[in-house]
């Protein structure tokens, strides 16, 4: 389910050529996820390591991510 959900982020990244001839990338449904490389490529990878490291922090600090494409990564605990 973890690389459904990369995979899936990774199809919704938007890249932008900047002025000083790097590449931005972003994730918008991933608030805070975005890189920032010479080529777009390096942007990509840089772009999914920053992903990923956002996704194991979230987890383990119970933040609630977004639901991409119906994968919900979410733990829906109820409290007795």
Known sequence: MLTNYIHTAMHKATYELLED?????KIPECQGVWANAITLEACREDLQ??????????????????????????????VA
């Open 49 to 78: 390591d920053t992903l990923e490291g956002w996704l194991i922090l979230g987890l383990r600090m119970g933040h609630t991510l977004p639901i991409l494409d119906d994968i919900d990564l979410n733990f829906n605990q109820k």
């Open 21 to 25: 001839g790097t590449f931005y990338g």
